[in-house]
């Protein structure tokens, strides 16, 4: 099987334009959902993570609060969005110059390389036109209530990640809960709501986001992809993480049933004598096996045991 390509998965996301663009990219993703995932926990202070294992159940966090500030963002690159709407008007512009000037094709030539220069673009007061672009004067605002549109709870397509262990589950302390996504029907809302993580060097321009909108108006189906693009697209910083996210709808519930139990939870290599005891106690309620994952001899990685 071939495996997961970012950029063809990012070529189909933008097809937006494609009236089956949705159709192609769940064809594409679902394929790669197809295996097992994992999910870092920690023992937090008011046992709410045991309590969601016990109940086989994942937390659904606000964008808002997560660690990354640049996560869930997006910004208005007003230069870009003013010079193509200037260069919109073109040939409009001149036509007019030319019903009244008459103008010689060398003219016409010039006039052109003067309206798609930087010259021009330079010498215009872009503060004074930026404040007529009402969409953008609140910009902050947006940002919340489309940040508020959804939830997310994350995902890795690794358990035995150093970093993810460190950040994700209190120094190794905690644990890593294992699910076999290939067993949850295609059909079911967990696997159509279940997408990679974009990671890219630039964030994602308003603009786009308008011009996307405006195709989905036209095409309702695609509505969903408004989410799926705020919510997955995160800086290349964060690439090791090799995530895939859960993005529901916002909904009064922080929780999400899952439709499968796990199928393996890890304790951390540094996890307390007591709390391996809890754990194991509520796993062998639930039967459901675990292993422990140990310093591998003579390398920096992790192995299962």
Known sequence: ?????????EKLLWSVEDQNTFAKLFTYKIVFSNKKFYQYRSFDMHGYNLQNLKNNQIYLNNPQNFNDPFDCFF??????FIKNELLKSKEKLLSDL????????AEIYEAIKYLESDEL???????????KQ???????????????VFKVSCFSTENNNLLMWSHYAKNHQGFCVEYDISKIKMEHTFRINFWPVI?????????????????????????????????????KDWYYEKEWRFIQRNID????????????????????SENKQIIKEILRE???????MKLKQGYFSLEAK
């Not at 009244?100 to 094709?105: E, F, M, R």
């Not at 009402?134 to 508020?148: C, F, T």
């Open 98 to 105: 030319n019903d009244k000037y008459n103008l010689s094709d």
């Open 286 to 292: 639930q039967s459901i096996p675990h292993k422990h």
């Open 253 to 272: 519930s922080d929780l999400f049933t899952m439709p499968i139990k796990p199928s393996c939870v890890y304790l951390g290599a540094k996890i307390s």
């Open 134 to 148: 009402d969409q953008y004067q609140n910009l902050e605002s947006l940002k919340k209530r489309l940040q508020n």
């Open 199 to 235: 990671y890219k060097t630039k964030t994602l321009d308003i603009s786009l986001l308008k011009k996307i909108k405006n195709v989905i108006g036209n095409n309702p189906t695609l509505s969903p992809l408004l989410r799926i693009i705020i919510g997955t697209i995160k800086a």
């Open 75 to 80: 910004t208005a690159n007003f230069n870009d």
């Open 1 to 9: 099987m071939q495996n997961y390509n970012q950029d063809t998965y």
């Open 121 to 131: 673009f330079n010498q215009l007061n872009i503060t004074q036109m930026i404040t």
